[in-house]
């Protein structure tokens, strides 16, 4: 699938034009273990910014959370050097455009009602974003964080104990192939939620959530401004098709002159 204009690295004003990454040959090289990626501290302006961020965005207890992002964050860049997983690699711009804009779905009243049986998937996980800072923020919940690509998959189960949540696992799968994969039988239709940050069009993720997702869970999904217009229209035929019902539309603004956000949320009725 291609990479949605709202994913994260294409939010940055700053991110470089795509390059071809060498591959590292440095200490950690080639290694996803975080003994090899210790934690990279934050500056303290950037952490007092992203702190106040979550306050005004309603995201409680983010400093008792830093210890785990620096460690999240120091794994992100080393394995980044050797395999392509994001181009925002900045403390400020890594806390504000993966990290809180993870973190703004949780306005959502659905984030506030999680059952701890019944697993959350983080559907095309690719860098861990939502999935990594949830699992963090929900300690007691079971997170999946799926990815169609090997290597990703390997980073991610390595990045998940960083969370502290031993619930927090990592699954190299398609969403739709959960009934042709046996490490995905155990999710078909078990999901109370799945969450996509940047994963194509609304109507395809709609399509691999379906066999995800148990009778009334929800499928929120990360979008731009330019989701309305056609690939709204297209999202809502998807959805009578596929046995969902849309809910909502939440816009959220990471900070005053960014675009906005809008979380599009539907529930699978069939």
């Known amino acids: 699938?291609?990479?949605?204009?709202?994913?994260?690295?294409?939010?940055?004003?700053?991110?470089?034009?795509?390059?071809?990454?060498?591959?590292?040959t440095g200490p950690g090289a080639g290694s996803f273990a975080p003994a090899d990626h210790p934690p990279v501290a934050f500056p303290d302006a950037d952490w007092a910014w992203f702190s106040t961020r979550c306050t005004a965005l309603g995201i409680a207890g983010a400093d008792a959370k830093r210890p785990a992002l620096e460690a999240l964050y120091g794994h992100l860049l080393g394995v980044n050097a050797w395999l392509n997983l994001t181009r925002i690699t900045t403390p400020r711009e890594y806390l504000k455009l993966h990290v809180l804009d993870s973190l703004s779905v949780l306005g959502d009243a659905r984030l506030k009602h999680l059952s701890q049986g019944s697993p959350?998937?983080?559907l095309g996980s690719g860098g861990g974003y939502p999935g990594l800072p949830l699992a963090l923020?929900?300690?007691?919940?079971?997170?999946?964080?799926?990815?169609?690509?090997?290597?990703?998959?390997?980073?991610l189960a390595a990045a998940c104990p960083l969370t502290g949540n031993p619930r927090a696992t990592a699954l190299h799968l398609r969403g739709g192939e959960t009934t042709a994969v046996a490490a995905g039988r155990d999710l078909y239709r078990h999901a109370q939620l799945?969450?996509?940050?940047?994963?194509?069009?609304?109507?395809?993720?709609?399509?691999?959530?379906?066999?995800?997702?148990?009778?009334?869970?929800?499928?929120?999904?990360?979008?731009?401004?330019?989701?309305?217009?056609?690939e709204k229209a297209a999202a809502l035929a998807a959805a009578d098709r596929l046995g969902f019902r849309f809910v909502s539309e939440r816009r959220v603004v990471l900070e005053d002159g960014d675009p906005e956000r809008v979380m599009v949320v539907f529930q699978r009725i069939d």
């Open 1 to 24: 699938m291609t990479e949605p204009l709202e994913s994260a690295d294409r939010l940055s004003p700053h991110a470089p034009a795509p390059r071809t990454r060498a591959l590292a």
């Open 120 to 122: 959350c998937i983080d």
């Open 137 to 155: 923020w929900f300690p007691e919940v079971p997170w999946v964080l799926i990815d169609a690509r090997r290597k990703k998959a390997d980073f």
């Open 194 to 230: 799945v969450l996509c940050r940047a994963m194509g069009q609304a109507a395809e993720v709609l399509a691999e959530s379906v066999d995800l997702l148990h009778r009334s869970g929800h499928v929120i999904i990360y979008k731009g401004p330019a989701f309305a217009g056609e």
